[in-house]
């Protein structure tokens, strides 16, 4: 029997790529972490404000952060190996997109801020996530609801975003909108199957989608920065309901009819307004960086 | 002896990707650019998906084997944009990975990701025509869109029964 053929190709082939010179890290998986923008070219264009691109790399970095978080939450307890591996694999996407805009962030203002001093070292005012993202995770339903509600809108601003003055903020938006169309998928596979299925699952994920439906709103009240140099999200609340109307209807569920949860004094997660559930989300996530400040391994 | 700037492309598309090592970062489109001025080699790599864990590793090894092939000053540097494609994976990319048993992917045009409208629902069995890398059947399903990596789904075969992994368009 040829060698190739057997199970150990994988292995053989590393074998045959010769003597790994000093310092090869291949096997050394999660030793290093490279700057997601290693080498990029980060001068800012003309007309572009730093500190304004800053924040709006944050209000966006954020969103991805906190939602990859809760989505994390899933790996041990999802409903089956299928979806705990989609649901952790949709989270590594926003994870990523994340890292790639908070390490924008921290170029843009001159700070020299990382994308750890940003996800680690801020404290639960300075996070600029809208209230959706931070929720509980709650029931499945309420998962798919969420994602289905966050992608559908992501993706049409990142649509938008892909022709963006800022050539490092109009790749990542370019790279993640084809992801984000995964992510739609998804959870529009979900919602169909849910709510066309049973007469209990149907009944559940209509309770998720109107529980979570005036936490929507949020993601198309614009910010000023989004005003000053970004997308206006109000012009993306119209193509968005009518997506999800379409999608809504197509799994024999109602369009949501709830009005949008109120803002305290105006302001909501993005000037730092948060639920509840945030301060707890992030004392998971910081608790290890905060314990060993500058650690490595 | 330092070559030029084209025996370093082939240096550096030599180095195989962390997660399909039967594959090299030329095969899989990965590599985007090497160039080579004023005694500095500069590499230009194109990461997959953007929470792809392999960055640094590849970053590592197009530096490392380039030093060790004589070259004094090395850069590696990422290039986002355009971002990547499973339509920059080769002819003879495509043909590596469905000889170590998975699937390739199809044209990226084809799928929602390159689409600008809302996404069209579908429930049932995929109707995508995708060929068992073990036994070259046609009669195979979908278990689960989401693999054991960003970049692959997960299918079975109804002839011979293995499962396989496929690569997504995207």
Known sequence: MDAEMTDDHVYLSLAEAGPEPEGEARWAYGTGF????????TALPAGVDGADLAVYCQLLGDDALVLSQRLIEWVTCAPELEEEVALANLGLDLLGQARHLLTRAGQADGSGRTEDDFAYLREEQEFRNVRLVELPNGDFAECVARLLLFATARHALYERLATHPDRVLAAVAARSV????????????????????????ARRMQAALDALWPWLDELFTPHEVELRLGVDPSELREPVLA???AMIAEATLAVPTAQPRAFVNGRGGRHGVHTEALGPLLAELQVVARAHPGATW | MVGTA????????????????????ADLGILAEVSEQDGTVTAWITPTYSGCPAVAEMAANVDSRLRAAGYGEVAVRLRLDPPWSTDRISAEGLRKLAEAGIAPPGPAGAHPGQSTGPTALALGPTRRAVTCPQCGSTDTEELSRFGSTACKSLWRCRSCREPFDRIKEI
């Open chain 1, 34 to 41: 490279t700057d997601p923008l290693l080498g990029v070219d």
């Open chain 1, 243 to 245: 997506s999800l109307a």
């Open chain 1, 178 to 201: 084809k992801e984000l169309a995964y992510h739609i998928e998804y959870a529009g596979s979900w919602l169909l199957r849910l709510g066309d299925g049973t007469e209990l699952s």
């Open chain 2, 6 to 25: 084209s025996a370093a492309w082939e240096v550096a598309a030599a180095v195989p990707d962390p997660e399909l090592p039967m594959l090299t970062l």
